[in-house]
């Protein structure tokens, strides 16, 4: 019993700080927030252990910095554990195994429906003659164009591909590759869930 009320009680504390990464999340976006006396005092809080993840380099892509979903991908792994062990009383390896697998997948997911969802914004664009030199679309396209060049290179190897061929191919690769990423992951934690340890 006690076991139990100490691990609700770390997961409502995984939860508030969760919370509070999401606000200083959102407080990064909007600078004027972050003047506060209560902005200061959320920094303090929650950049140690964001920071921690921006010092892997692949968690970002170009100007596009995606180590706070990694940071909060960890703590939604850790809360889920305190759940499972406040309500069943133990947990296997094998379901912590799991939730690991499906919380870097969400990561992966995440990444490959942004990259799925700048494909089709750039394919509206184009087909739209949108001015291609806008600063919006050069961001995307220095993320976008890594991507798409290796995913062309793969499917028509070394034949020269038009970029709308290459944007419409990237798309419907991202996003085969997510739908089928989803139902392996699916499969993978259900049968990790039934490990005997």
Aim: glycine share 6%.
């Amino acid at each position: 019993m006690a076991f139990s009320l100490i691990a609700r009680i770390l997961g409502a504390a995984v939860s508030v700080y969760m919370l509070a990464c999401a606000a200083r999340i959102l407080m990064s976006w909007l600078p004027e927030l972050g003047a506060a006396r209560a902005g200061a005092l959320l920094a303090r809080a929650v950049d140690p252990y964001l920071g921690w993840f921006r010092r892997f380099p692949f968690l970002s892509a170009g100007k596009f910095d995606f180590s706070p979903i990694a940071a909060v991908a960890v703590l939604a792994v850790l809360n889920r554990i305190l759940a499972t062990l406040a309500y069943a009383g133990s947990i296997s390896v094998g379901v912590v195994l799991g939730l690991l697998l499906g919380a870097a997948w969400s990561a992966v997911a995440f990444l490959l429906g942004f990259l799925a969802l700048c494909a089709l914004a750039r394919i509206v664009a184009y087909a739209a003659r949108w001015n291609s030199l806008h600063p919006l679309w050069r961001a995307i396209d220095e993320m976008l164009n890594p991507v798409l060049y290796r995913i062309t290179r793969i499917i028509y190897r070394n034949r020269i591909v038009h970029y709308l061929q290459g944007l419409v191919t990237g798309l419907v690769i991202l996003a085969a590759l997510r739908a089928a990423g989803d139902e392996l992951v699916r499969l993978l934690a259900r049968l990790l869930a039934r490990l005997p340890f």
